[in-house]
């Protein structure tokens, strides 16, 4: 699977921004999807996922309740809806295609990824 994300940019603490992630190659929509993220000098951290049929989710505890994840298998596109952004949200966000579809236990594990996109960078300013 070839993943594209965009979407990120500069935003204010307490705005809003929604990630898209668009893939093609091997059908997208049915792969558990997954957002991950690192800001400077941190580990590659696990953001959210989501599971190919949409009805299954999971997030960060942090994340929860300001972040939607979201797919359209019609369109291979993930989102990752981020409201009430706080600073410390400031990272590279990239979307990664899981291997198949994923049980619970490793949605958060990103060796369970094995395709990535490039990254987008969201910078949250105070």
């Known amino acids: 699977v070839q993943l594209q994300a965009c979407g990120g940019g500069l935003v204010q603490a307490g705005g809003s921004l929604r990630l898209s992630c668009a893939a093609s190659?091997?059908?997208?929509?049915?792969?558990?999807m997954g957002w991950f993220r690192q800001a400077p000098g941190k580990e590659l951290e696990f953001v959210s996922a989501?599971?190919?049929?949409?009805?299954?989710?999971s997030y960060l505890d942090s994340m929860k309740g300001r972040f939607t994840i979201s797919r359209d298998n019609a369109k291979n596109t993930v989102y990752l809806q981020m409201s009430s952004l706080k600073p410390e949200d400031t990272a590279v966000y990239y979307c990664?295609?899981?291997?198949?579809?994923?049980?619970?236990?490793?949605?958060?594990?990103?060796?369970?990824?094995?395709?990535w996109g490039q990254g987008t960078q969201l910078t949250v300013s105070s």
């Open positions: 989501i599971r190919r049929n949409g009805g299954s989710t």
């Open positions: 990664a295609a899981g291997r198949g579809s994923l049980i619970s236990s490793s949605l958060r594990n990103r060796h369970e990824y094995d395709s």
């Open positions: 190659g091997r059908t997208g929509s049915s792969c558990t």
